[in-house]
Structure formats: structure tokens, C-alpha cells
């Protein structure tokens, strides 16, 4: 269907000439982008049994340069497969449904979630608003704590365990290994937020985890000029069903967003492990400033996980790094941030950029100031996504902050 008959207008071969092409001999280097939303088929047979067999047939149902990442992920996390979504937040409201699906049933009927305490604002909301709201019973605990994890799961029955592996903002380290064995014998599936970790810092799957939620937008895209999520699942059920999910609330993610990221994950090592270098400078530098109160990071021995985050992560301690202003309020941060130069405040983390947020105007503000004080969320708290830039200059940029 390369060429156009002859007969046909010039109106009509003005639309359809050169469409259509047979692919070329010879595959690309790297994978193109597929701006098609639907696909032509040689005969009615070969267009029935792509429909049949769940091939491409329409965008919301599939795409090649959105397969292609899928792929990749899943290698990246070490599961059966992996779906691509819009967002960070579509790709967890799928996992959660897809978790909470009884084992060989297609349709959600979330039983009940237990929630580390110590979670993503947003993530908190969605809990409350569309899971509490449908009547699913939402608890939450010290993940960090097992032995309020087997009361937990004693007491409310869960067939939804929830973490982050490092924690947004406060960057506590959960024990996956441990949780993964409690879940199991719940005959409940762990769902792991590895946004912050990353598969460079650990591979949730590979400890006995049952879903893996990344918000692709952080550190997987890694320059600021794309959204998207993507969820991995260590066995093919889950899997399935968050395909079947997706065709039907048709959160997908767009070819053009896939190739984005495609290219983010060639550099996703090299980048964090610079991340983390330039992360763990700044942190021992912030443990000194007379003006700090205090440092939350998993590499610094005061860190209550550090001895976790050691074994677990290899020598990596994540690229994040939070600390409190001594006696800082709404005025001081302030203060602090116009003062930045290089450091750039955003809502978002995982750039090769220095990002600076402060969550109780930003990842958190949608929680009350009792929620946030019960996390351990001060209003004089600043979040860091340290970027690959020299490590000096970062430290500079912020020593003229504290300074302000």
C-alpha cells in the first residue's frame, strides 16, 4: 500500500501518497517514535487475529516505541512486564486496583491497603479520596517498624501493602526483603514506590515484591521535559490485569513521551551514580552549617536506616537530601530560596538538575499541618534533588542561601 494507483485525484493522492511503507530492511539504531493510533493490516484475516491475539491495532490498546520502554523496564526491574502510563499517579492508581485483584478474577475489589506512614502527599490524597471514598479500608504505619507491621496486618487484614523504598521527604529506608515475606503470608502483594531508589540503588522485584511503581517523570526521564509512569510486575497475572485496566481507563502514555524516556534510561547509571556522589557531598557539608537543625540522609551515620541503607543499596545512598532550618518558618524559607542562583525551585526530583522543593507548599501541602507534624514534616523543611552539576557550585549556591 506504498503507492497510490494512478487513477485516484490528486485530492486523494495528496493524503494517502507514501503512506503505509514497508518497514525497512535493515532495523534502526534506536527505536522511532510511532505517531500512529491505529494500523493497517493486509487483509481482513491477518486484521481479525491482530485483534484477537492483543496486537496493534489501536493506540490506547498499544504502541511500538511505548512496547520498546516497557521492554526496557522490565529488564531494568527484573519482571514479567511492565505498562506505561501518563503519569507517576495513573501508574499507582493502576497497581493499586491491579493488587487488590483476587488472583484469576478481572474485575478490582481492593479488600484493604496498609500504607507506610511516610508516603508521597498526592499518593496520601488519592488513598483517602478514591480508595477510603469507595468504602476500601486505608490504614497506615511505620513500615520502617516490623513489629507494627505484623500488628497491622493482624488487626486489619490486608491484601494491599504499600511503601516507597526511600521515602518522599523525609528518605527513610524500608526493609523490601522482610515486608515482601509478611505480604506473602497475608496472601497480600507489596507494591513498592521505587521512584527515589531507582533499579541502580535496588530492585525491589528481585526481593520477593509483587509490583514495582515508577513516576517515570523523576529520575528514569532525568531532564525535566517529560511525565509519565511505569509500573513493573514480578509475575504475568498482575500484569494482565493492569493491561486489561488500562485499555479500559486509558491512562497510556504517548509515543512521543515513551522515546523521551527511552533515551533518559540509556543514562539512568551514569546519572545517578553522579547524583549520589554530588548528594552525599552535600549532605556531610549541610551536617555543618551552624544554620541547619537537621540532615535527613540515609548516607549519614545519624540516619536512622543507615545501616540498612549500606547493605541494601551497595554503597549508593540515593540522590536526595532533606534538612530542616533551624527555627525556620514561613518567612525564612522564604529567604532561602529567592536567595538560590544555580539551584532551581520546582515541585519535581531526579533532574540532572539541582532542584530545591519545600514540602509543606508543595509535595505536601494537601495534607493538614497535623498530618504533616505526625510524618515528622516541620514547616521549616527543605527538600534537595541534587543534579549532576560540580559538586562546588551547588555547595556555594546553597552556603549564600543559608547565609540570606
Known amino acids: ?31 522511532p517514535i510511532y505517531m500512529s493510533s491505529t494500523y493497517v493490516y493486509r487483509d481482513a484475516a491477518q486484521w481479525e487475529a491482530a485483534i484477537a491475539s492483543d496486537g496493534y491495532v489501536y493506540g490506547r490498546n498499544g504502541n511500538p516505541t511505548v512496547a520498546a520502554l516497557e521492554q526496557v523496564m522490565a529488564a531494568a526491574e527484573g519482571g514479567a512486564g511492565a505498562l506505561a ?49 469507595q468504602g476500601i479500608p486505608v490504614h497506615s504505619c511505620d513500615m520502617c517498624d516490623l513489629s507494627a507491621v505484623d500488628e497491622a496486618i ?38 513498592v514506590d521505587n521512584t527515589i531508589a531507582t533499579p541502580i540503588l535496588e530492585r525491589p522485584l528481585t526481593l520477593g515484591a509483587d509490583i514495582v511503581v515508577h513516576s517515570a517523570t523523576k529520575y528514569l526521564g532525568g531532564h525535566g521535559d517529560v511525565t509519565g509512569g511505569v509500573v513493573v510486575s514480578r509475575a504475568a497475572l498482575p500484569r494482565d490485569t493492569m493491561r486489561a485496566y488500562t485499555k479500559i481507563l486509558g491512562g497510556v502514555l504517548g509515543p512521543f513521551e515513551a522515546q523521551q524516556l527511552l533515551r533518559g534510561i540509556k543514562t539512568l547509571a551514569l546519572r545517578v551514580r ?65 536567595a538560590l542562583r544555580l539551584v532551581l525551585p520546582a515541585t519535581s526530583l531526579g533532574d540532572v538538575y539541582t532542584l530545591v522543593s519545600v514540602p509543606m507548599m508543595s509535595s505536601h501541602r494537601d495534607l493538614t499541618p497535623e498530618q504533616r507534624a505526625a510524618r515528622g514534616i516541620g514547616d521549616g523543611m527543605v527538600r534537595l534533588s541534587i543534579g549532576i552539576e560540580d559538586v562546588g557550585d551547588v555547595i556555594a549556591d546553597l552556603s549564600g542561601a543559608l547565609e540570606a
Open 1 to 31: 500500500m506504498t503507492d497510490a494507483p494512478p487513477s485516484w485525484s490528486l485530492l486523494t493522492r495528496l493524503i494517502h501518497e507514501g503512506e503505509r511503507a514497508e518497514a525497512p530492511q535493515a532495523p534502526p539504531t534506536a527505536t
Open 85 to 133: 502510563f501518563a503519569s507517576g499517579m495513573a501508574a499507582m492508581y493502576t497497581a493499586l486496583l491491579a493488587a487488590g485483584t483476587p488472583r484469576g478474577q478481572g474485575h478490582p475489589q481492593v479488600r484493604s491497603i496498609i500504607a507506610a506512614r511516610d508516603i508521597y502527599g498526592v499518593t496520601t490524597v488519592m488513598l483517602e479520596k478514591f480508595f477510603s471514598a
Open 154 to 191: 493482624a488487626a486489619h487484614n490486608p491484601d494491599v501493602l504499600l511503601v516507597e523504598q526511600i521515602s518522599n521527604p523525609l528518605l527513610r529506608v524500608v526493609d523490601i526483603a522482610a515486608l515482601a515475606r509478611r505480604a506473602r503470608a497475608a496472601g497480600a502483594r507489596l507494591v
Open 274 to 338: 553522579q547524583q549520589c556522589a554530588n548528594a552525599a557531598v552535600v549532605a556531610a557539608w549541610l551536617a555543618e552549617q551552624p544554620q541547619v537543625a537537621q540532615v535527613y540522609y540515609p548516607g549519614l551515620p545519624s540516619h536512622p536506616q543507615h545501616t540498612l541503607a549500606q547493605s541494601a543499596f551497595g554503597g549508593l545512598f540515593g540522590a536526595m537530601v532533606s534538612f530542616d532550618l533551624r527555627g525556620g518558618g514561613r518567612e525564612e524559607l522564604y529567604r532561602f530560596v529567592n
